[in-house]
């Protein structure tokens, strides 16, 4: 295969590869019924004037599977972080005991589960796209080789290569979704 062949190929992949590993960030942020840290993720703060990432103004953990604490760096803080989490609408009601914040995570409900499975389908269904995004962009880089001088046998090879490299990730994404519905509707 030529060096502009694999070029393709490896952007190609690289692509692909950037859709799982944000599909994988996506599946994070739904919750399954269990205290996570990463639930708060994305949840930005007004503080002193800033929006900061509430990763970035306290220390969060999980003492057991259903509460959260979150530990403000800055206890002067504590108000602004508690309204950022209310905003973020995440479902929680989040409990300001002073020094911290106590977040109970309610368990799921059946409809609220189906929900989160939907969520989580939608999430995948889009990785799937982009990934038949970069088999489309891969496939018109190919063509582009065929017309600069790329011979015929080869441009029909790689194109194989790049369906074998598409059908690899939307399979990865199948598996990811089943595990994730699994992790969801196990009570």
């Known amino acids: 295969m030529t060096e502009e062949a694999e070029f393709v190929l490896d952007a190609a992949n690289e692509s692909m590869e950037h859709a799982i590993t944000h599909l994988d960030r996506e599946f994070q942020k739904i919750r399954a019924g269990k205290a996570n840290p990463v639930m708060l993720n994305g949840v930005i703060v007004d503080y002193y004037g800033s929006h900061v990432p509430i990763e970035q103004?306290?220390?969060?953990?999980?003492?057991?599977?259903?509460?959260?604490?979150?530990?403000?760096?800055?206890?002067?803080?504590?108000?602004?972080?508690?309204?950022?989490?209310?905003?973020?609408?995440?479902?929680?009601?989040?409990?300001?005991?002073?020094?911290?914040?106590?977040?109970?995570?309610?368990?799921?409900?059946?409809?609220?589960?189906?929900?989160?499975?939907?969520?989580?389908?939608?999430?995948?269904?889009?990785?799937?796209?982009s990934i038949r995004n970069a088999r489309r962009h891969a496939n018109d880089e190919a063509r582009k080789l065929e017309k600069d001088g790329l011979p015929e046998d080869e441009t029909k090879r790689l194109v194989e290569k790049i369906q074998e490299l598409t059908d690899k990730y939307i399979q990865k994404v199948d598996k990811a979704f089943e595990l994730k519905e699994k992790d969801i509707l196990t009570v």
């Not at 504590?78 to 905003?87: G, L, T």
């Not at 409900?109 to 990785?127: I, W």
């Open 57 to 129: 103004t306290a220390n969060i953990n999980t003492p057991d599977p259903r509460q959260i604490i979150v530990q403000p760096y800055d206890k002067s803080s504590i108000h602004a972080i508690e309204k950022a989490i209310m905003a973020a609408n995440l479902g929680f009601n989040p409990q300001n005991e002073g020094e911290i914040i106590r977040i109970n995570v309610p368990p799921l409900t059946e409809d609220r589960r189906k929900d989160l499975v939907k969520r989580a389908k939608t999430e995948a269904e889009d990785a799937k796209v």
